[in-house]
């Protein structure tokens, strides 16, 4: 029997809501977990070169990483790859369609419908999942997916081993029961959260948003234009990816024409249909569940309407006349029978050459609240304009406003609060948009206390990214992302959605003419670190010949990089062993090196604990005193009691009981990593977690 350990934190979140059995994990561990240990112990695995997962006996790849929930770890499951559930798998059969995706025994519709919508883009497929894999050539039980997480596109690695009962997939299947693909994508998206109960309830445009990199916007389809067509198309053309729901009753039961309650349905097209009696708008939906269609007018069985639209017409539609999931509604009666509609919106770095989408330009700012520095509150506050400011240039109109008057600009921002649940933090966030200085792109608190705002939130939100959508005239403004209350602590990405060709710009900051004092407090480690620029050209020097930085270069970069500026001396602190545990603890391949995008990952973190160092370090000696570690610790989002301040003493202290630069970097790196691989291992938010023997020295060894 495999040994498991059991730790649990002091506080505790409320279960997610679940239909899955639950099983005694420690009594019925699988027969997969077990063979797994077997393997460990008797030596049967081996290495896979340059990472810590292994291959198993039979040769083929083993991610005994990905965490396992009760469910998966019973008895009565069996862990099994594609090759011994059917004589001739494949990853895709006739290509990946919406059709391809089943749900099986958890609530996880929200992801489902996200997969389907995604499925009717070839690009943005690609993008997900490379489309050459198969379990014919090169084949090693190995799969690789890519998702969207705050600006960059991470990699999961996993293997093709998926839980069934009685030889059947007890999670997501698609109809050909040949076909894999579909099953291998929830599998990767469950690992990227924390395991397939991390996957029971959620929103629908968060897993659009992972898959896509898009601005997600939800919508009250009561609320919705007159013309709803005429703005579905518009939604369409631009490439959006919609998904809607009817929130009204109980679980995942019907109403009276058979849609769903609190079930994610996706929108795939908007048709004006002729008919014998004159034209009709219709919305054609996809139950992710691959039945339950819709039962009143146009419905695919029973809904005469279609005798009045001919054969030419009804196969222009694609229409299908069985219960796949799939059917048509008028558009009213899809006002009648959802509540909700969720947007994702798309972006010019998804656009496929060729093709008639057009979705918007974008930009990005990545920025932190730091508290002290640049975390000022709320805009009824007196300390608003400490709040990160940046400056963009509407200058292109609108296409269907340029013949007209009045001439405005679309746009669309989002504000995403970063890592929030693995934080276990929800800031109540929210966007300002006020008129440029004339003559600079920082509005000072003079500027701020004669304007008010062109457009704003209306409310503070603690969802992970609130948008702003706006039209405004050509002309210079400036956005101002804050949280409700002063000094809170995190880090943050802003995008800015304009229409094709618009010239929206980065933010510009203050110079030293401006406010002084402002560009004083802004960024502290701007005067104790190298530019971005400066970063780069250190990284390109000091890694080896493959582009990774090791421990070894890591030393010698920091070493270099602190020398110049205000923390200069403090080097003679760093340790080989700092660097060894900063790369292994940002190192998501587990070969204890770093490549540039994981290394842009640690630098700006260091940028942000550089800043919050350097203020705290109130009597500017390079060293933090011990009772100014625990606020330092707070303005980073990480809350300590007294028994972990003590261990903080004994532990990572210099002998004064002060603790240096590298010190506090090397104590923020190993506290934020331990708490997230808790809450990693925490799926159900429970406070509790057991990991196996493995999984336990895994953990402690490689840190």
């Not at 991470?154 to 839980?163: A, Y």
């Not at 966007?431 to 705002?453: C, F, G, Q, V």
């Given at each position: 029997m495999e040994k498991s350990l059991s730790v649990s934190s002091e506080s505790s979140l409320p279960p997610l809501d679940d239909d899955v059995d639950s099983v005694c994990s420690d009594e019925l561990l699988g027969s997969q977990s077990r063979r797994w240990l077997a393997d460990l112990l008797t030596g049967n695995m081996?290495?896979?070169?340059?990472?810590?997962?292994?291959?198993?006996?039979?040769?083929?790849?083993?991610?005994?990483?990905?965490?396992?929930?009760?469910?998966?770890?019973s008895s009565r499951v069996k862990w099994k790859r594609p090759k011994e559930l059917c004589p001739s798998p494949q990853f895709i059969v006739n290509g990946a369609t919406r059709l391809d995706v089943r749900q099986g025994k958890l609530?996880?519709?929200?992801?489902?419908?996200?997969?389907?919508?995604?499925?009717?883009?070839?690009?943005?497929?690609?993008?997900?999942?490379?489309?050459e894999q198969s379990f014919q050539d090169g084949y090693n039980g190995c799969f690789v997916f890519r998702f969207w997480q705050y600006g960059q596109w991470?990699?999961?690695?996993?293997?093709?081993?998926?839980?069934t009962q009685d030889n059947n997939l007890i999670y997501l299947s698609s109809p050909e029961r040949h076909e894999f693909w579909s099953s291998l994508l929830e599998k990767a998206y469950a690992k990227l959260k924390g395991?397939?109960?991390?996957?029971?309830?959620?929103?629908?445009?968060?897993?659009?948003?992972?898959?896509?990199?898009?601005?997600?916007?939800?919508?009250?389809?009561?609320?919705?234009?007159?013309?709803?067509?005429?703005?579905?198309?518009?939604?369409?053309?631009?490439?959006?990816?919609?998904?809607?729901?009817?929130?009204?009753?109980?679980?995942?039961?019907?109403?009276?024409?058979?849609?769903?309650f609190r079930h994610a349905y996706s929108l795939t097209a908007v048709e004006e249909v002729k008919t014998a009696h004159g034209a009709v708008d219709l919305v054609r939906i996809?139950?992710?569940?691959?039945?339950?269609?819709?039962?009143?007018?146009?419905?695919?069985?029973?809904?005469?309407?279609?005798?009045t639209v001919s054969d030419e017409e009804q196969k222009r539609l694609e229409r299908v006349r069985r219960e796949d999931g799939e059917f048509w509604m008028s558009v009213s009666d899809f006002r009648q029978n959802f509540e909700l509609m969720e947007v994702c919106h798309l972006t010019e770095t998804l656009n496929e050459p060729g093709s008639s989408v057009l979705p918007w330009s974008s930009i990005m700012h990545h920025g932190n609240w730091v508290p002290c520095i640049s975390a000022g509150g709320p805009a009824h506050g007196g300390f608003f304009w400490q709040n990160?400011?940046?400056?963009?240039?509407?200058?292109?109109?609108?296409?269907?406003?340029?013949?007209?008057?009045?001439?405005?600009?679309?746009?669309?921002?989002?504000?995403?609060?970063?890592?929030?649940?693995?934080?276990?933090?929800?800031?109540?966030?929210?966007?300002?948009?006020?008129?440029?200085?004339?003559?600079?792109?920082?509005?000072?608190?003079?500027?701020?206390?004669?304007?008010?705002?062109?457009?704003?939130?209306?409310?503070?939100?603690?969802?992970?990214?609130?948008?702003?959508?706006?039209?405004?005239?050509?002309?210079?403004?400036v956005i101002i992302p804050s949280t409700a209350e002063p000094n809170q602590q995190g880090p943050f990405l802003l995008r800015v959605l304009t229409e094709q060709g618009n010239a929206a710009t980065p933010a510009h900051k203050p110079g030293p003419q401006d406010i002084p004092s402002v560009t004083e407090l802004s960024f502290p480690h701007q005067a104790a670190l190298p530019s971005p620029k400066s970063t780069k050209l250190l990284f390109m020097k000091h890694c080896n010949k493959n582009g990774f930085c090791k421990p070894v270069h890591l030393h010698s970069l920091l070493t270099e990089a602190v020398q110049g500026g205000v923390l200069a001396g403090s080097e003679k602190y760093l340790a080989l062993e700092h660097c060894k545990s900063m790369v292994v603890l940002m190192d998501s391949q587990g070969i204890a090196q770093l490549n540039w995008p994981e290394f842009q990952s640690l630098w700006d973190k260091i940028r942000r604990w550089t800043d919050i160092?350097?203020?705290?370090?109130?009597?500017?000696?390079?060293?933090?005193?011990?009772?100014?570690?625990?606020?330092?610790?707070?303005?980073?989002?990480?809350?300590?009691?007294?028994?972990?301040?003590?261990?903080?003493?004994?532990?990572?202290?210099?002998?004064?009981?002060?603790?240096?630069?590298?010190?506090?970097?090397?104590?923020?790196?190993?506290?934020?990593?331990?708490?997230?691989?808790?809450q990693a291992y925490d799926m159900v938010g429970m406070g509790t977690v057991t990991v196996s023997y493995r999984q336990w020295l895994h953990m402690t060894m490689y840190n």
């Open positions: 081996s290495p896979e070169s340059g990472d810590v997962n292994t291959v198993g006996r039979d040769g083929l790849f083993v991610d005994y990483n990905f965490p396992l929930g009760e469910l998966e770890m609530n996880d519709c929200w992801l489902l419908s996200a997969i389907a919508s995604l499925s009717m883009h070839r690009s943005l497929l690609k993008k997900v999942m490379p489309l991470e990699e999961v690695r996993i293997d093709d081993l998926l839980p395991g397939y109960r991390a996957l029971d309830m959620g929103f629908p445009h968060e897993a659009m948003v992972d898959m896509t990199g898009g601005v997600a916007e939800v919508f009250s389809i009561a609320s919705l234009p007159r013309e709803l067509p005429a703005f579905l198309r518009h939604l369409l053309a631009k490439g959006a990816l919609i998904n809607c729901a009817n929130c009204q009753g109980p679980l995942e039961q019907r109403n009276g024409l058979g849609i769903m996809l139950n992710p569940w691959g039945n339950t269609e819709w039962e009143g007018p146009w419905s695919d069985l029973k809904g005469p309407e279609w005798n990160p400011q940046f400056h963009f240039v509407l200058s292109k109109v609108d296409s269907d406003t340029a013949n007209t008057s009045e001439k405005t600009c679309s746009f669309i921002l989002a504000l995403m609060q970063k890592h929030q649940r693995r934080r276990g933090i929800n800031l109540a966030i929210a966007l300002h948009i006020y008129k440029a200085h004339p003559k600079n792109t920082y509005l000072s608190p003079e500027d701020l206390s004669a304007l008010r705002p062109v457009l704003c939130s209306s409310q503070y939100s603690s969802r992970r990214e609130v948008v702003l959508r706006g039209v405004l005239p050509q002309g210079r403004y160092f350097l203020v705290y370090d109130k009597n500017k000696t390079q060293r933090l005193e011990y009772q100014e570690v625990s606020p330092a610790l707070k303005a980073a989002g990480i809350m300590v009691d007294d028994l972990i301040m003590q261990l903080v003493g004994l532990r990572y202290t210099e002998p004064d009981m002060t603790i240096s630069y590298p010190g506090f970097l090397y104590l923020l790196m190993k506290l934020e990593s331990m708490i997230h691989k808790f």
